[in-house]
């Protein structure tokens, strides 16, 4: 093969592989591609709400009527037995029932959520969320309390007797 040959031949492989990317590029962008999700603190936003996810609604729902109520019992109740969280909820719930107050419209703004582990008895999620929408009510006094910063904790949920309770909240 002479010097022009061997030019002419690698030109021709060059030229095939460069065609068969341009349509190998064509047919790849004519499949849809998904929508890219929005960023939410620099993250993408949380993918439609999963079944662990609307356990946690659930569960923060339950927990602003306790408080709304003023019922330490039924915040207890939130809570696996022995549970340092739940110490700290109904001491908090305590505190400002003695001051005559209640806090209502508590609602949690679940900001992020990543699943790490999820079965039949036990869910672990990490999540980030911050209070919004509460307002410390008394005789005579109705006080917005202010906006909270979101934080991100791992929350360990496990049924116990049918119902999904708080294992734990670690930062």
């Known amino acids: 093969m002479t010097l022009p040959r061997v030019l002419l031949a690698v030109l021709v492989l060059i030229l095939l592989s460069a065609l ?10 004519t499949e ?3 929508a890219p999700r929005p960023l939410l603190l620099g ?9 662990a ?4 609604r659930a569960w923060d729902v339950r927990r602003a009527r306790a408080w709304s109520r003023g019922e330490t019992g039924a915040l ?3 809570y696996v037995a022995r549970s340092s969280a739940a110490r700290h909820d109904v001491a908090m719930l ?14 949690m703004q679940v900001l992020g959520v990543d699943v790490r582990a999820q079965g039949p008895d036990r869910i672990v999620l990490m999540v980030t969320d911050r209070l919004t929408g509460a307002v410390a009510v008394g005789s005579g006094t109705r006080v917005p309390l202010p906006r909270d910063a979101a934080s991100t904790r791992t929350v360990t949920l496990r049924r ?12």
Not at 43 to 51: D, F, I, L, M
Not at 53 to 56: E, G, I, P, Q, W
Not at 162 to 171: F, H, I
Request: glycine share 10%; proline share 11%.
């Open 20 to 29: 068969a990317v341009a349509v190998g590029g064509v047919v790849r962008s």
């Open 32 to 34: 849809p591609r998904p």
């Open 43 to 51: 993250r993408p936003a949380p993918e439609p709400e999963s079944a």
């Open 53 to 56: 996810v609307r356990v946690l």
């Open 76 to 78: 207890r109740r939130l």
């Open 94 to 107: 305590r505190a400002w029932s003695r001051r005559g107050l209640r806090v209502r419209g508590m609602r």
């Open 160 to 171: 116990v007797t049918g119902e999904w309770r708080v294992a734990s909240v670690l930062p």
